[in-house]
């Protein structure tokens, strides 16, 4: 009977640890920890190895700081010129992770996807869908040579819902479809079904 308890209690303790072990495994802050420098390519400032090593550690670096952080989302903000990278998961039907970083840099918005290799290295995958100028628009107004602002779509992140969002950035184009007060037919978003994205349109 006794040993029947320290076998029951042994079980208890060890899927206690590996559970806690995995959390450690799968939280942003470890996946920080085994990012390359090329996650802050996006930057003005950049980082180094060993900024990424104080940011984990002690949650800020010579150059950076971690401005806010839950279960769901890690924002790493720059002290100097404002550049921020907010990193959060998507996760994959078979429970796999993609990491998902967002880079404000002054004006500009750039988002990329990782994931872990089998050596625990990150590395950047492309899962976003690619859209095009004329997505935004109805047919019927899509007027020519659109597709040359394809350079014009970017997309940014919803802080609050952690959804992803594409733009097509209408700002001194010299076109005359723009010449009146006039904007896209439609706001795209993108909703992960844990293989893709899809790509959602509202009027």
């Not at 394809?150 to 733009?167: H, P, Q």
């Amino acid at each position: 009977m006794h040993r029947k308890i320290m076998t029951k209690n042994t079980s208890f303790i060890l899927i206690t640890l590996m559970t806690l072990l995995s959390y450690g495994q799968n939280s942003l802050t470890n996946f920080l920890s085994v990012a390359p420098i090329s996650l802050f390519d996006n930057t003005t400032e950049g980082i180094s190895s060993g900024e990424i090593n104080n940011l984990v550690k002690k949650g800020e670096s010579t150059n950076w700081k971690v401005s806010f952080q839950n279960k769901e989302r890690l924002t790493i903000s720059c002290k100097h010129p404002f550049s921020q990278v907010t990193l959060f998961f998507l996760t994959k039907t078979d429970g796999t992770l993609i990491l998902v970083s967002h880079t404000e840099n002054e004006k500009t918005s750039t988002i990329d996807t990782w994931e872990k290799s089998g050596s625990n290295i990150l590395k950047k995958i492309n899962v976003l869908p690619s859209i095009q100028a004329k997505d935004f628009f109805l047919k019927e107004n899509q007027f020519k040579g659109i597709s040359e602002y394809n350079s014009r779509v970017y997309y940014y992140l919803d802080m609050e819902t952690l959804t992803i969002k594409a733009r097509f950035d209408t700002w001194m184009i010299e076109h005359e479809y723009f010449t009146e007060d006039k904007s896209v037919d439609y706001n795209i978003s993108l909703k992960w079904n844990g293989t893709k994205f899809e790509v959602q349109k509202a009027r």
